[in-house]
């Protein structure tokens, strides 16, 4: 584990290029316990549904509304609020509003920002990431995606992947 300690602004934060993330913590920096990112969450913007088999994931508004659900239960979520999305349990996050919204996502252990990376490699390059590119990626860190919740939460509640 590193002994050193640092303060990153969620807009200071290294880019992870093709995606609308930056990274705060990273698993060298923190003994593989946590990750930490950082990301604007565009308006009416969804984040794709899906679950996690290996880590735990927390969402803290830092700016803005969001939506989420965990499980089944939908919640709105005002800036300061922190929401765990535990391993194993479908979730979402979700931008109802008209203006941007800022989120951080903390994940532990650490290992997923990772996949960030590795997605993001991909939309840096210029392409559309497919869906069954970015199934592909997912399932190699242990995560499922959700299409059909993601037309019923669109449906729902005006948004978009």
């Known amino acids: 584990m590193t002994n050193s300690h640092r303060a990153v602004d969620w807009d200071k934060g290294a880019p992870i ?11 060298s920096d923190s003994g593989g316990r946590l990750s930490a990112q ?3 969450l565009s308006a009416k913007e969804l984040v794709m ?12 508004v830092f700016r803005g509304t969001v939506g989420a659900r965990v499980g089944a239960v939908d919640h709105l979520l005002q800036a300061g609020t922190l ?13 109802p ?12 252990p650490a290992g997923f920002e990772v996949f960030f990376a590795e997605v993001g490699a991909l939309g840096a390059q210029g392409d559309q990431v497919t869906p069954e590119q970015f199934t592909q ?11 059909e919740v993601a037309a019923e939460i669109s449906a729902r509640y005006g948004v978009h992947l």
């Open 49 to 60: 549904p899906h679950t996690h088999t290996r880590e735990d994931e927390f969402t803290f």
């Open 137 to 147: 990626i997912a399932a190699r860190y242990g995560e499922s995606v959700h299409p």
């Open 38 to 40: 950082s990301a604007v």
């Open 83 to 95: 929401l765990h999305k535990p391993r194993g349990e479908m979730h979402a996050i979700w931008n």
């Open 17 to 27: 290029p093709g995606t609308p993330f930056r990274q705060l913590i990273t698993g």
């Open 97 to 108: 509003t008209d203006e941007d919204a800022i989120v951080i996502e903390v994940i532990s």
